[in-house]
């Protein structure tokens, strides 16, 4: 199995930055897509951002220029820097990841168990 941890999630103020981690473990071949979602209760998930094995970014519109995705492909881990956060960005946030254990074998979908992220003054 793979299992996803997600690390990093704090209370903060309006304006200041913060770091989220996931890490990747267990039976991998290899990772094709490492993402970042989040959730308010009774609220659908939120895509916010993706990173492909060929460290290719992509971004919610809602967090462009603000949050910045990255990934370390040799250890399967994953950071999403936050910036300028707003009380709006309150959330749990997610890791998803998609991979292969085998070679040769469609990759499955993991997600990681969520990290609270809280924006308050």
């Known amino acids: 199995q793979v299992q996803v941890a997600e690390s990093g999630g704090d209370l903060v103020q309006p304006g200041e930055s913060l770091r989220l981690s996931c890490a990747a473990s267990?039976?991998?071949?290899?990772?094709?897509?490492m993402a970042w979602y989040r959730q308010v209760p009774g609220n659908v998930r939120e895509w916010l951002a993706s990173?492909?094995?060929?460290?290719?970014?992509a971004y919610a519109d809602s967090v462009k220029g603000r949050f910045t995705i990255s990934r370390n492909s040799a250890e399967n881990t994953s950071d999403l820097q936050l910036n300028s956060l707003k009380p709006e960005d309150t959330a749990i946030y997610y890791c998803?990841?998609?991979?292969?254990?085998?070679?040769?074998?469609?990759?499955?979908?993991?997600w990681g168990q969520g990290t609270q992220v809280t924006v308050s003054s």
């Open positions: 267990g039976k991998i071949y290899s990772i094709v897509t």
């Open positions: 990173i492909n094995s060929g460290g290719v970014a």
């Open positions: 998803y990841v998609s991979a292969r254990k085998y070679a040769g074998r469609p990759p499955g979908d993991y």
